[in-house]
């Protein structure tokens, strides 16, 4: 007959959460998670960091899409913010002179000839222009039409309240 002793830990501390190892699981999803943002951030579509991680186009946009997403661009965007505020100021030169272009005609003998104003190339960068302030809001909602017809419930409900607000205000 065998008998076992229970193995004994020495360590006077508990084991917390914290000192465990992540599961893999969770270390693929972190680096994937920061593939994405990083690609986000450069540029690409959903469906260009799809085919790169070759998964399908639901789960990049999901993640791309997430609350942890969005807080690693903005640490990639807090730690260059000298680069960005240049990159804004040279973006809103660029936007002020294509809303002053002028058309130009190539003339004989090589010389370049100015012409009147660039209507194309105006409406391009008022276009641009108004992007880059709507890039950071959410598309605004559309109103509901005020020629909506009523349904019989809605109109009795409707008559019903208004009733009730004038033996209301009867009694007052």
């Known amino acids: 007959m ?3 002793l ?3 830990s020495k360590r006077k501390t508990p084991i917390t959460e914290e000192a465990l190892p992540k599961p893999t699981a969770e270390l693929r999803r972190e680096g994937r998670l920061a593939r994405i943002a990083k690609a986000l951030a450069s540029g690409a579509t959903v469906t260009d960091i799809a085919e790169a991680e070759r998964i399908g186009r ?3 946009s999901r993640e791309a899409n997430s609350p942890e997403c969005r807080q690693l661009i903005a640490e990639f965007v807090g730690d260059e913010w000298e680069e960005m505020r240049a990159v804004f100021y040279r973006s809103m030169r660029a936007m002020g002179h294509a809303v002053s272009a002028r058309r130009e005609y190539p003339a004989k003998h090589g010389q370049i000839m ?3 104003p ?3 190339a105006r409406l391009a960068a008022t276009k641009d222009f108004r992007d880059f302030l709507m890039a950071s809001r959410p598309a605004p909602k559309q109103p509901e ?3 909506k017809m009523l ?3 809605e109109l009795e409900a409707m008559l019903r309240a208004k009733k009730e607000s004038r033996t209301q205000a009867q009694r007052d």
């Open 2 to 4: 065998s008998r076992r």
């Open 58 to 60: 639901t789960l990049p």
């Open 145 to 147: 039409p005020k020629d």
């Open 6 to 8: 229970a193995r004994v």
């Open 118 to 120: 660039d209507h194309y």
């Open 151 to 153: 349904t019989l419930p």
């Open 114 to 116: 100015q012409g009147g």
